[in-house]
C-alpha cells in the first residue's frame, strides 16, 4: 500500500509539472509582475494577464482579434511591446511558411537568429527572434505562431528595442505569452 501510495505521488507531481517550452527555448525563469489585470479579447478566442498599469488596446474585424500593450511609462529602450492576437485562416506550419517569414523579415533588414517548430500549450507552434534595426535603435523582434484549429491559430509577439537588459525583457515577455488561456 506504502508503494503504491508513493507510485501515486509520483505520477500526480509529473503530470502536473507542465514543461514549458518557451521558458526551456530561452532560458527564461519565471517574473513576477504584480497587479496583473486579466483582459479578454473582442471576440472571446484567448484571456491574457497583463499589468494593470500598463496601456493596453484592443482591435478587432470579422476575422481577427487583438490585444497590443506596454508599459508606457518607461522608455521604449527600457519595455516592450506585446502582442496577442486571434486570427481566422489557414495556417501552414512547414518549411514555406519558415522561408515566407525569413522574406518578411529580411524586407524588414531583419535577420533571424533563432527558428524552430515546438509545441506550446500542446499545439503545434513555430518561433521565430529576429534581429536588426528598427526606429534607429537595435532590435529585436519574437514571433510565435499556435496554431489552433483547422482555420485559426494565435499570433503572439514581442518587439524589443536597444541592447539593455535583451535578455530579461524577452523572458519576461514569455512570462506573459504563458499567461495566456484559451478559450474553447
Not at 489557414?90 to 524588414?108: H, M
Amino acid at each position: 500500500m506504502k508503494n503504491f501510495l508513493l507510485l501515486l505521488l509520483i505520477i500526480v507531481t509529473l503530470v502536473s509539472c507542465e514543461k514549458n517550452e518557451l521558458r526551456e527555448e530561452f532560458n527564461c525563469n519565471t517574473y513576477g509582475f504584480a497587479n496583473l489585470k486579466k483582459h479578454t479579447d473582442f471576440l472571446k478566442h484567448f484571456k491574457i494577464q497583463l499589468p494593470s498599469d500598463w496601456k493596453t488596446n484592443f482591435y478587432y474585424d470579422e476575422y481577427s482579434s487583438a490585444i497590443y500593450s506596454a508599459d508606457t511609462t518607461k522608455e521604449l529602450t527600457e519595455t516592450f511591446i506585446l502582442n496577442a492576437s486571434w486570427k481566422q485562416g489557414e495556417l501552414y506550419l512547414t518549411d514555406d511558411f519558415v522561408k515566407r517569414i525569413d522574406t518578411l523579415n529580411s524586407q524588414d533588414s531583419l535577420k533571424t537568429t533563432r527558428s524552430t517548430f515546438t509545441k506550446i500549450k500542446n499545439k503545434l507552434s513555430y518561433l521565430n527572434l529576429s534581429e536588426g534595426k528598427s526606429n534607429g535603435y537595435p532590435f529585436q523582434h519574437l514571433q510565435i505562431y499556435i496554431k489552433l484549429g483547422v482555420d485559426d491559430y494565435l499570433m503572439l509577439s514581442s518587439q524589443i528595442y536597444g541592447v539593455e537588459n535583451v535578455q530579461e525583457r524577452l523572458c519576461k515577455s514569455i512570462d506573459l505569452f504563458n499567461r495566456i488561456e484559451l478559450i474553447k
